[in-house]
């Protein structure tokens, strides 16, 4: 038994596959994080569902959430192209999907499956059943489900907004300006803030082997999921293994934090969260003596693996991300 307060040695993973199986595994996030997490994991499993965060509000899907009292498409769509068919349909459909609309005029910046999401939201009248369809339609590995059933609001508290007055906090509401804001952001929390779960999210949850939080944005993808009350209580109470996965480097919102303020911030905004493993990059966690510390006073072991892109971008490699997953989760 190791010494109170001392922590586990990471885990250098290999990416060795262990035991043939498939399990059930949920993935929470939005935008590019959780479409990296999932090519990675559709390798892995075919039990697979996504949980999207439904805060946007910025772009295409911020005018469409206006116009229409929607929710905020494209997050979902991203998600749903990640998982599209790996067939030559699957993958037309995918940069279908994808496609934006160049043009002066009102569709300009649209994103094709933004307005094909939003349609058939009107058409049938229930969220859940669009993003199947959809998924029908592309034949994607898993489902798409959004983590809650009402478009939603991310408000930060955030320092030295205003250079003159560096250590007053202040209020920055709507996703798109908390993630560009040039303050130090200290906490978020959500509007509404006691938020209707997705009910068919929350079930996923419980009924998973697995459940994967990040890479992604911390405040605006990663952190939300946790101030939904029913999802946070599926996450926490769940019997599944809980994996949390960081970015490869400090960015945006969290510039300039380190390896172990990304576990801090987490355990802030959801004190009874307990982890099993802390997924990391080499490189982002030699630099940081106190992750291992971090990881461990949440109950997680801390794994590390070879993880980003050989082009020297901030972005995770499917395959190598893939790897990781398999052999933590022993398939």
Aim: hydrophobic share 45%.
């Amino acid at each position: 038994m190791r010494p109170r307060g001392e922590a586990r040695e990471p885990v250098r993973l290999h990416g060795r596959p262990l035991v043939e199986q498939r399990p059930s595994v949920v993935a929470f996030g939005g935008g590019h994080g959780l479409s990296a997490s999932l090519s990675a994991l559709r390798r892995v499993t075919d039990r697979l569902t996504a949980i999207v965060t439904v805060a946007d509000d910025g772009g295409s899907s911020g005018r469409l959430r206006r116009e229409l009292g929607c929710l905020p498409p494209g997050d979902l769509r991203m998600a749903l192209a990640a998982l599209c068919g790996d067939d030559e349909s699957g993958r037309t459909w995918a940069d279908v999907l994808q496609y934006r609309f160049v043009s002066p005029g009102p569709l300009g910046d649209h994103a094709i499956g933004n307005l094909l999401i939003a349609g058939l939201w009107e058409r049938l009248g229930d969220p859940v059943a669009g993003l199947d369809m959809v998924a029908r339609l592309l034949g994607c590995t898993g489902r798409v489900l959004p983590m809650a059933s009402v478009p939603l609001e991310i408000e930060a508290d955030v320092i030295g907004l205003t250079p003159a007055r560096p250590d007053e906090i202040s209020s920055v509401r709507g996703q798109a300006r908390v993630a560009k804001t040039t303050g130090e952001v200290c906490s978020v929390h959500l509007l509404p803030e006691d938020p209707p779960a997705c009910p068919e999210s929350v079930e996923a949850v419980l009924a998973a082997d697995w459940v994967v939080l990040g890479p992604g944005s911390w405040f605006t993808s990663v952190i939300p999921h946790l101030l939904v009350p029913q999802l946070a209580e599926a996450i926490e109470t769940t019997s599944a293994k809980r994996v949390l996965v960081l970015n490869l480097e400090p960015a945006e919102e969290t510039a300039g934090f380190s390896a172990a303020k990304h576990i801090e911030l987490l355990a802030d905004h959801a004190p009874k969260l307990r982890l099993d493993v802390v997924l990391a990059d080499s490189a982002f966690a030699s630099e940081d003596p106190h992750l291992a510390a971090w990881a461990d006073s949440l109950g997680a072991d801390l794994a590390l693996a070879d993880l980003a892109v050989r082009d020297g971008s901030p972005r995770h490699d499917p395959l190598r991300l893939a790897s990781a997953y398999a052999e933590i989760m022993g398939v």
